[in-house]
């Protein structure tokens, strides 16, 4: 499960150790207390899901969304968790993009049941913990991916980066963003071992399926393209 990516923008210390210590039984979390930092952060286009608080230094949470949806086109799940309760500030939260609203105070259980119904909406989560683009079916609790009836042996980021283009089939995954996701924004290892895993999980998937789904767009970055599956 520790694939998925939760951001968490609160600026409540306590309660966003509460979230991350929750939510990090199903996916890997990254917390942040200011508006600004939390924008930038999800601007990295990484994250699965994100908990937004809307009173929040330096920017709000109505901005940081509205800017999300219409400036960067960003489409990952948002989760508005605030005490502001009113019709109207949950309709303006949905008119800009809100995926789900939640008020404060809430139970955990409620919590989970939304991030979870989230991730399985925008296919982060299947039932189970497995994902299945077809010919791949991914185990996110055992770490295992079978093809064709045949197990696809993966070392430990192989599988992670494996899962991150399953995650976003179709679409342009940055370098950066790989290793950001993969190793962190502070690892001191070199970006170059982007071009390491690919080349390894390109091999991987090619001795046994005979398949060339990732493709290189030459300064741009990569893309698991689905059409290459069938």
């Known amino acids: 499960m520790k694939e998925l990516h939760i951001l968490i923008i609160e600026d409540d210390e306590s309660l966003a150790q509460s979230l991350q210590l929750f939510l990090g039984e199903i996916a890997q979390t990254t917390v942040s207390h200011d508006g600004f930092e939390g924008q930038m952060l999800g601007e990295e286009g990484i994250y699965d899901l994100v908990v937004l608080d809307l009173m929040l230094p330096q920017v ?30 949950k309709v303006h939260g949905f008119e800009l993009g809100a995926d789900d609203y939640l008020t404060k105070p809430f139970h955990r259980e409620e919590l989970l049941m939304r991030v979870k119904a989230l991730l399985k909406r925008s296919g982060h989560l299947g039932n189970d913990n497995q994902m299945v683009v077809e010919p791949f079916t991914v185990d996110l ?7 064709r009836d045949q197990q696809l042996e993966l070392n430990g980021k192989e599988f992670d ?3 991150y283009f399953l995650q976003n089939p179709d ?4 370098k950066e963003q790989i290793f950001d996701r993969l190793w962190g924004f502070e ?9 390491v895993y690919m080349s ?12 060339k789904p990732i493709k290189t767009l030459r300064n741009v970055g990569y893309m698991f393209e689905t059409k290459e599956l069938d």
Do not use: C, Q
């Open 60 to 89: 709000n949470g109505y901005d940081i969304l509205k800017h999300w949806r219409t400036e960067s086109h960003l489409s990952m799940p948002v989760l508005i968790l605030t005490a502001k309760d009113t019709l109207d500030d």
């Open 141 to 147: 609790s055992n770490r295992t991916v079978t093809v």
């Open 161 to 163: 980066l494996l899962v």
């Open 171 to 174: 679409t342009i995954i940055t």
């Open 187 to 195: 690892s001191e290892t070199a970006i170059s071992v982007v071009e």
């Open 200 to 211: 390894n999980l390109r091999k991987k998937i090619k001795t046994a399926t005979d398949l």
